[in-house]
C-alpha cells in the first residue's frame, strides 16, 4: 500500500485540516511530516470548531492512528495545551497518538532567537509567527537541536542547558534582555514529564510497517508549497521542504511509495506576513474577501492579505508536487461577487507574457493578467453534489482543470465538514 499525501498549493491556510478530517475514515494512518506549532489546521464539526497546531488531524477519528513525524518540530508546552484542550472529547491519545523521537525539541529558548532574529530586521521582517521553528531547524542543520528521544536520556538537562548556553550568547549578540527564562523553564520540563506519557516512537519504522501491512496512510502537510523553504518566494518563506519530497524525509518514506498527491487550492489567494504576492487586492474587494471569508490567522490572528487566485503559481505549485487531483476550498466565499478574476499569465517589465515564477518574485516586478468569469450569486449551500451547482461555477471550475491538466474532485462550500462535495467516478 502507498503513503498519499495532502498538502496546501498555495501561501498556506487552504484549509488542510478540514479535509483531512474529511478522508481520514477512509486510512488507518494520518502523519504530519513537518512544520509544528506554526500551522493552524481547523476543523469544525456538529456546530464546533477545533484548530489544531502540532496533532495531526486525523486525532478525531477515533479508528486512526495518528503519528507526529521526525520531520516536524515539536513545541511540548504547546502540546500540552493542545491535548489538554482537547481532554473534554474523551480521546485516547495515548493508544493512537504516537511522536517520533527524531521530532527536534522546541525549547523557550528558540522562540527568544525566533523574536530577537525577527525584531533585528526592521521593515525587513519576515512575519514570522514567533513560535521559534525558524531556530529550532537552525539547531537541527546545525547538529546540535535536541530531539524528542533525548527526553529520556538520564542527562536530558545538562544537554538542554549546554544548548541554551549558546542561545543566550546569541541573545546577547542581538542586545535582547527583558526575558524570564526560568518561569518559561519550568512550563517547558513540566511538559517534558507531560510528553513522556506518549508513546514515543521510531516513527520511521512504524510507517514501512504500516505500509508491509497494506493499510491506507495519509501523510498531512502544515503551511503551503509556496512557503517551501528551496521553491517558495524565499526569503519569505518557512523553514521546512512543504512539498510531496518533505513526506518522504519528514516521515523516512521512499520516493516509490507516494500514491496519490492532493492539492488543495483556495478559490482566491491568502498571504500572512511579508513577501510577494502578484494578485493582491488592497482595495474593497480584497478586503470583502477578508470579511466574507474569515481570513485570519488561526495560528497568529493576524489579517491575511487576499487576492485573485494566480495560476502561474498554482502551476508550478502543481508541478514541483506532482499533484494527481485537485481539492478546491473556500468556493462559497466568491458566492456574492458578481464579477471573479483569475490570474492567467504575468506580463514582465519588459513587456512579455509568460506563465513561469520569475527566480526572485520579490524584485521581479510583474503584472497580472486577468481573466473574467461571471459570479454565480448565490449560495452553493444547497448542493449534494456537483451537479447542482450553479452554472457560472461548473463554468468555472470547467477554466480550471483545462488550464491545470487535472480533475478537480473535491469542493468545499462551507466551514462543516459536512458541507464538502466529491465526484464520486474521480474518487480514490
Given at each position: ?271 500572512v506576513g511579508g513577501g510577494p504576492f502578484p494578485t493582491e487586492l488592497l482595495d474593497a474587494e480584497g478586503e470583502k474577501l477578508r470579511r466574507v471569508g474569515h481570513e485570519f490567522g488561526s495560528t497568529t490572528g493576524r489579517p491575511r492579505r487576499c487576492g485573485w487566485l494566480d495560476l502561474p503559481a498554482l502551476k508550478y505549485a502543481i508541478m514541483i ?9 473556500k468556493a462559497d466565499v466568491l458566492n456574492s461577487f458578481p464579477t471573479i478574476k483569475v490570474c492567467t499569465h504575468y506580463r514582465l517589465p519588459d513587456g512579455e507574457l509568460t506563465e513561469q515564477l520569475p527566480f526572485d518574485l520579490l524584485t521581479t516586478e510583474v503584472t497580472p493578467v486577468y481573466r473574467e468569469f461571471e459570479g454565480w450569486n448565490t ?50
Amino acid at each position: 500500500m502507498s503513503v498519499d499525501v495532502l498538502l496546501g498549493l498555495q501561501w498556506g491556510d487552504e484549509g488542510k485540516g478540514k479535509i483531512v478530517d474529511f478522508l481520514a475514515p477512509r486510512y488507518q494512518v494520518v502523519a504530519r511530516f513537518q512544520g509544528g506549532p506554526n500551522a493552524g489546521h481547523t476543523l469544525e464539526f456538529e456546530g464546533i470548531k477545533h484548530v489544531l497546531h502540532q496533532i495531526p488531524s486525523g486525532i478525531f477519528r477515533t479508528d486512526t492512528r495518528n503519528i507526529i513525524g521526525n520531520g516536524v518540530v515539536l513545541d511540548p508546552v504547546i502540546f500540552k495545551k493542545e491535548v489538554d484542550s482537547l481532554s473534554k472529547y474523551n480521546l485516547n491519545m495515548r493508544q493512537n497518538l504516537c511522536i517520533s523521537k527524531k521530532a527536534q525539541l522546541i525549547l523557550p529558548s528558540h522562540r527568544l532567537l525566533d523574536a530577537a532574529s525577527e525584531q533585528s530586521k526592521g521593515e525587513s521582517k519576515i512575519g514570522s509567527t514567533l513560535k521559534g521553528i525558524g531556530p529550532t531547524y537552525q539547531d537541527k542543520v546545525a547538529r546540535q537541536g535536541l530531539r524528542v528521544g533525548d527526553v529520556l536520556a538520564p542527562n536530558f538537562r545538562e544537554k538542554y542547558r549546554s544548548l541554551v548556553q549558546k542561545h543566550e550568547a546569541t541573545l546577547a549578540y542581538y542586545g535582547y534582555t527583558g526575558y524570564d527564562l526560568p518561569a518559561a523553564e519550568k512550563d517547558f520540563f513540566e511538559a517534558i514529564d507531560f510528553l513522556k506519557e506518549f508513546q514515543l516512537v521510531d516513527s520511521e519504522y512504524l510507517i514501512n510497517q504500516s505500509i508491509a501491512a497494506h493499510e491506507t496512510i495519509l501523510a498531512e502537510g502544515a503551511q503551503g508549497s509556496l512557503l517551501d523553504i528551496d521553491f517558495g518566494s524565499y526569503p519569505f518563506v518557512t523553514s521546512s521542504n512543504t512539498m510531496t519530497a518533505g513526506a518522504c524525509t519528514g516521515l523516512g518514506v521512499a520516493p516509490r511509495q507516494i500514491g496519490e498527491v492532493y492539492g488543495i487550492f483556495k478559490a482566491y489567494c491568502t498571504r500572512v506576513g511579508g513577501g510577494p504576492f502578484p494578485t493582491e487586492l488592497l482595495d474593497a474587494e480584497g478586503e470583502k474577501l477578508r470579511r466574507v471569508g474569515h481570513e485570519f490567522g488561526s495560528t497568529t490572528g493576524r489579517p491575511r492579505r487576499c487576492g485573485w487566485l494566480d495560476l502561474p503559481a498554482l502551476k508550478y505549485a502543481i508541478m514541483i508536487n506532482g499533484a494527481t487531483q485537485l481539492i478546491m476550498m473556500k468556493a462559497d466565499v466568491l458566492n456574492s461577487f458578481p464579477t471573479i478574476k483569475v490570474c492567467t499569465h504575468y506580463r514582465l517589465p519588459d513587456g512579455e507574457l509568460t506563465e513561469q515564477l520569475p527566480f526572485d518574485l520579490l524584485t521581479t516586478e510583474v503584472t497580472p493578467v486577468y481573466r473574467e468569469f461571471e459570479g454565480w450569486n448565490t449560495d452553493v449551500a444547497y448542493a449534494t453534489s456537483f451537479e447542482q451547482l450553479p452554472g457560472p461555477l461548473l463554468a468555472y471550475i470547467d477554466f480550471l482543470e483545462a488550464q491545470l491538466n487535472l480533475p478537480i474532485t473535491m469542493l468545499s462550500t462551507g466551514p462543516d465538514r459536512i458541507a464538502t462535495l466529491q465526484r464520486e467516478s474521480l474518487a480514490k
